[in-house]
């Protein structure tokens, strides 16, 4: 019975060991403070006072001698603004930094700014004087913009001594003449009468700004294209004009190519899409962004290495039947494509080099004129090219409908061909000169982009035989002799089965 007593004892202790992660009681939650550096190039040297932004706001100050403070803020009501008075390199500075909660809030000459870009100007003596809400509260609200602005407005100068993406509110601050500290020496940022500031930077002149107007900041939109249809993906920067260097952000456009890069400073900003393989119809626009948002008109890419384009007609829709060709410049080689209804041609594949690019008909090359040939390139940094010609000949569209003889039923997926003749009427058989498409779910067919000329249409589908219904064969013309003449034309069939010619009989 006595050694009973040992696991008894073992199991009574072990339950008494406290468990990893807080088993041994209930720990004191950790108390709730603002601290952070006040400086300006140096520690101020001072006192640090921070509010809240209670009905009746409590007030809370201590002496600095490095710049560090730290406030207990139990029971206190956020957002709370804080002030620094006090001397830095023996000059005596104010400055003020806002806190939405506990947490880190720098008090240094951009938190000033900051805080008096979200204030809209006004005077912080005052916002720290009575900041009970609504006044605090509503500044807070758009600190995070503000900050935003700040950063974008001074992107350049702030790149220049390297800390463009510092928080100079929340982020990481030493008073030891590095980062922001190092800027401080060397830049003086002044607030002066409300909604003004005074920046100087060493061998510059003063350069004085509005807080509200010069400190504004826009957005810049547009939409990018791959071969007419939306291209996600992309990236799109925007940079200040006159360096190239100085980056006011990126976007990579949506699914539906759309992209936007807010907060934008006032200026002349230069938008490049970039996307590895891929070059676009102009490098990069530039524009000018003043007092509202922009839109940029859409970057287009299309397929790399082609040449594509389109062939107007005189009537300015597309023309069908053109051939294009490119013949490479230095080595022969020509490669060629036909305009389709809508006068579009792509010839891909293409390796690096220059082409000259040239519209022709074959089989008529006397009958139509064109605007010349185009000398392209395509290089690395422009894997496409496009190449557009304007011709002397009009064009038409020739459509219409194919329905069953009995019942009138819609027929779909009829083959339609379009043979173009010559002028002794002789069906030619080169690729420009048939168009082919079928019927949709509704019976209906449109060949575009036909010239004047005469032609043969001939529909198809296994099993049924097709004849032209009477609204052209009265005026003598029949399906498979008709002509173009300066207007568009409808040709609506009739489809039987084939058997029914044969009195019911299949296989004859």
Request: contains cysteine; aromatic residues 8%; glycine residues 12%.
């Given at each position: 019975?006595?050694?009973?007593?040992?696991?008894?004892?073992?199991?009574?202790?072990?339950?008494?060991?406290?468990?990893?992660?807080?088993?041994?009681?209930?720990?004191?939650?950790?108390?709730?403070?603002?601290?952070?550096?006040?400086?300006?190039?140096?520690?101020?040297?001072?006192?640090?006072?921070?509010?809240?932004?209670?009905?009746?706001?409590?007030?809370?100050?201590?002496?600095?001698?490095?710049?560090?403070?730290?406030?207990?803020?139990?029971?206190?009501?956020?957002?709370?603004?804080?002030?620094?008075?006090g001397t830095a390199h023996?000059?005596?500075?104010?400055?003020?930094?806002?806190?939405?909660?506990?947490?880190?809030?720098?008090?240094?000459?951009?938190?000033?700014?900051?805080?008096?870009?979200?204030?809209?100007?006004?005077?912080?003596?005052?916002?720290?004087?009575?900041?009970?809400?609504?006044?605090?509260?509503?500044?807070?609200?758009?600190?995070?913009?503000?900050?935003?602005?700040?950063?974008?407005?001074?992107?350049?100068?702030?790149?220049?001594?390297?800390?463009a993406a510092a928080d100079?509110?929340?982020?990481?601050?030493?008073?030891?003449?590095?980062?922001?500290?190092?800027?401080?020496?060397?830049?003086?940022?002044?607030?002066?009468?409300?909604?003004?500031?005074?920046?100087?930077?060493?061998?510059?002149?003063?350069?004085?700004?509005?807080?509200?107007?010069?400190?504004?900041?826009?957005?810049?939109?547009?939409?990018?294209?791959?071969?007419?249809?939306?291209?996600?993906?992309?990236?799109?920067?925007?940079?200040?004009?006159?360096?190239?260097?100085?980056?006011?952000?990126?976007?990579?456009?949506?699914?539906?190519?759309?992209?936007?890069?807010?907060?934008?400073?006032?200026?002349?900003?230069?938008?490049?899409?970039?996307?590895?393989?891929?070059?676009?119809?102009?490098?990069?626009?530039?524009?000018?962004?003043?007092?509202?948002?922009?839109?940029?008109?859409?970057?287009?890419?299309?397929?790399?290495?082609?040449?594509?384009?389109?062939?107007?007609?005189?009537?300015?829709?597309?023309?069908?039947?053109?051939?294009?060709?490119?013949?490479?410049?230095?080595?022969?080689?020509?490669?060629?494509?036909?305009?389709?209804?809508?006068?579009?041609?792509?010839?891909?594949?293409?390796?690096?080099?220059?082409?000259?690019?040239?519209?022709?008909?074959?089989?008529?090359?006397?009958?139509?004129?064109?605007?010349?040939?185009?000398?392209?390139?395509?290089?690395?940094?422009?894997?496409?090219?496009?190449?557009?010609?304007?011709?002397?000949?009009?064009?038409?569209?020739?459509?219409?409908?194919?329905?069953?003889?009995?019942?009138?039923?819609?027929?779909?997926?009829?083959?339609?061909?379009?043979?173009?003749?010559?002028?002794?009427?002789?069906?030619?058989?080169?690729?420009?000169a048939i168009f082919n498409?079928?019927?949709?779910?509704?019976?209906?067919?449109?060949?575009?982009?036909?010239?004047?000329?005469?032609?043969?249409?001939?529909?198809?589908?296994?099993?049924?035989?097709?004849?032209?219904?009477?609204?052209?064969?009265?005026?003598?013309?029949?399906?498979?002799?008709?002509?173009?003449?300066?207007?568009?034309?409808?040709?609506?069939?009739?489809?039987?089965?084939?058997?029914?010619?044969?009195?019911?009989?299949?296989?004859?």
């Amino acid at each position: 019975m006595r050694h009973s007593l040992v696991p008894i004892l073992l199991i009574t202790a072990l339950l008494l060991v406290p468990g990893c992660g807080g088993g041994g009681g209930a720990s004191n939650p950790p108390t709730p403070t603002v601290s952070g550096v006040a400086a300006a190039g140096a520690a101020i040297v001072g006192t640090v006072s921070l509010k809240d932004s209670a009905a009746t706001p409590r007030e809370l100050s201590k002496a600095t001698s490095d710049g560090s403070f730290s406030f207990d803020v139990t029971g206190l009501t956020g957002p709370f603004i804080l002030r620094a008075t006090g001397t830095a390199h023996g000059v005596p500075y104010t400055l003020y930094s806002l806190a939405e909660a506990q947490g880190t809030a720098n008090i240094n000459p951009l938190s000033s700014l900051v805080l008096a870009r979200a204030s809209a100007g006004a005077d912080l003596a005052t916002v720290y004087g009575a900041p009970a809400a609504p006044s605090l509260p509503a500044i807070s609200a758009a600190m995070a913009q503000a900050l935003l602005d700040v950063q974008s407005t001074l992107k350049p100068l702030l790149q220049k001594y390297g800390v463009a993406a510092a928080d100079p509110i929340q982020g990481a601050y030493k008073a030891d003449g590095t980062g922001l500290d190092r800027m401080f020496d060397l830049v003086q940022i002044e607030l002066g009468s409300p909604g003004s500031v005074t920046i100087t930077d060493t061998g510059a002149s003063p350069v004085t700004s509005n807080v509200v107007t010069d400190f504004a900041t826009y957005a810049v939109s547009g939409t990018v294209t791959f071969d007419g249809a939306p291209f996600a993906g992309v990236t799109v920067s925007v940079a200040d004009a006159a360096t190239g260097t100085v980056i006011y952000g990126s976007s990579r456009s949506a699914a539906d190519g759309s992209y936007v890069v807010n907060s934008v400073a006032r200026g002349s900003v230069t938008v490049t899409p970039t996307l590895p393989g891929y070059s676009f119809d102009r490098t990069n626009t530039t524009l000018t962004v003043a007092t509202a948002d922009c839109q940029v008109p859409v970057f287009q890419s299309f397929q790399p290495y082609t040449v594509s384009g389109t062939v107007a007609s005189a009537n300015g829709s597309g023309l069908a039947g053109v051939t294009v060709s490119a013949q490479r410049n230095g080595p022969s080689s020509i490669v060629s494509a036909v305009t389709n209804g809508s006068g579009r041609y792509s010839l891909s594949g293409l390796p690096y080099g220059s082409y000259t690019v040239t519209p022709s008909r074959v089989y008529d090359p006397g009958a139509v004129g064109f605007d010349g040939a185009q000398v392209v390139t395509i290089s690395a940094a422009g894997n496409f090219a496009r190449a557009n010609f304007t011709a002397s000949l009009a064009s038409f569209t020739v459509s219409g409908n194919v329905a069953r003889l009995t019942g009138g039923e819609a027929m779909a997926n009829v083959a339609i061909s379009l043979l173009t003749k010559n002028g002794s009427g002789t069906l030619l058989t080169d690729s420009e000169a048939i168009f082919n498409t079928v019927t949709d779910a509704a019976g209906n067919y449109s060949l575009g982009g036909i010239p004047n000329g005469y032609y043969a249409l001939i529909p198809s589908l296994a099993g049924y035989g097709f004849a032209l219904l009477d609204v052209i064969a009265t005026s003598g013309m029949s399906a498979d002799n008709f002509s173009v003449n300066g207007a568009n034309l409808i040709l609506n069939f009739s489809g039987r089965p084939a058997s029914d010619a044969n009195g019911g009989v299949t296989g004859l």
